[in-house]
């Protein structure tokens, strides 16, 4: 019988403690090494195959995961959330954090998470950034206007941000400091920045055949554009790992933590355990899709109706994309609207 095994991986930003242990628990060894590359290949070429590897999801396990994958039969991500309440000690170190780790793979009892591909997560990276850009974007714009006011300026709310326009703008502007045409000079010149760097983002993103068929299906329902569909296909990965609705919902931080107690359930304000990046985009795209599908502005009217607030309406009008989204992505065919499928 093949002998396997367990390493316990507890990973920090300079160091990296390890357990290694056998089937029954004995331990062939343990320590730290430093958490850089020529280190960790030194230590991966000295470990007893085959081994199965486990670490806990934090901003340094991608690297480490993509360098020791190769080495390794199975490596597995931990949930740091479960894996807290199931690591809870009076005594707590490194040394014993990766005891526990390692026990937890070699019993089949790790809380296993979603580990994207590094192409995945790569692209991922990208739309994020760039949706700071344009968060940042919105930031300048904001206060570009705010220093105009307090200057007592007149200008064109709605042509402001055009590159013409603030030329002739800053021709007109009169007894101002001089300081204030520096701020706006500077400010419009990162502006510019900004937009022409996320566009070279989004081109780039788009560059991936199959990503872009994933994103033109998704662009199929009407009020989802390319950020919304880029940022569902990329922050989801494999939507078949959803075997519900309610499971993608939950995902997206779009419903209410549940607290039950002695047969009394109480709903908490929307969960905190959720991917942030999605919520925001679907909670952005909720506000604006009713006004393009005639679905979505059915559903948000019958919550105003039923006496719900705008920001409930827009929260269940966010849900009903989540439905359509994964409707689209799992079956692999355009969306077609309901009022359409009734006519045929």
Known sequence: MEQLYYVGLDIHKKIIAYCIKQADGTIITEGKIEAKRVYLKQW?????????????????????????????????????????????????????????????????????CYMASEEERSLRRVLRYRNLLMRQAVRMKNRMATLLMETGQEYNKKRLHGAK???????????VPESLREILQMSRGALELFESYQKRLLKGLAGNDQLRDRVQRLTSIDG?????????????????????????????????????????????????????????????????????????????????????????????????????????????????????????
């Not at 470990?47 to 999801?57: F, H």
């Not at 989204?325 to 359409?340: H, I, R, T, Y």
């Open 44 to 112: 991966a070429e000295t470990l007893p195959s085959p081994w199965i590897g486990a670490m806990e999801a934090t901003i340094f396990t991608g690297w480490i995961y993509d360098f020791l994958k190769p080495y390794a039969r199975q490596l597995q991500v931990g949930n740091p959330l479960m894996m807290k309440a199931i690591t809870a000690a009076k005594k707590k170190n490194d040394k014993l954090d990766a005891r526990t780790i390692a026990d937890l793979v070699r019993c089949n009892l790790l809380p296993c």
């Open 224 to 344: 989802v554009g390319e950020v919304t569909a880029l940022t569902w296909a990329l922050e989801i990965g494999d939507v078949h790992r959803f075997t519900s609705v309610r499971k993608a919902i939950s995902y997206c931080g779009l419903c209410s933590r549940q607290v039950e107690s002695g047969g009394k359930v109480i709903r908490m304000p929307l969960s905190k355990q959720r991917n942030k990046h999605l919520q925001r985009v679907l909670v952005e795209i909720a506000k604006l899709a009713p006004g393009y599908n005639v679905e979505l502005a059915r559903v948000y009217d019958r919550e105003i109706g039923r006496g719900s607030n705008r920001n409930q309406a827009t929260i269940t009008v966010a849900r009903k994309i989540v439905g359509y989204l994964l409707a689209v992505d799992k079956s692999g065919k355009a969306f077609v609207n309901k009022s359409e499928k009734e006519a045929a």
């Open 165 to 175: 326009y603030f030329a002739e703008l800053m021709d007109q502007l009169k007894d």
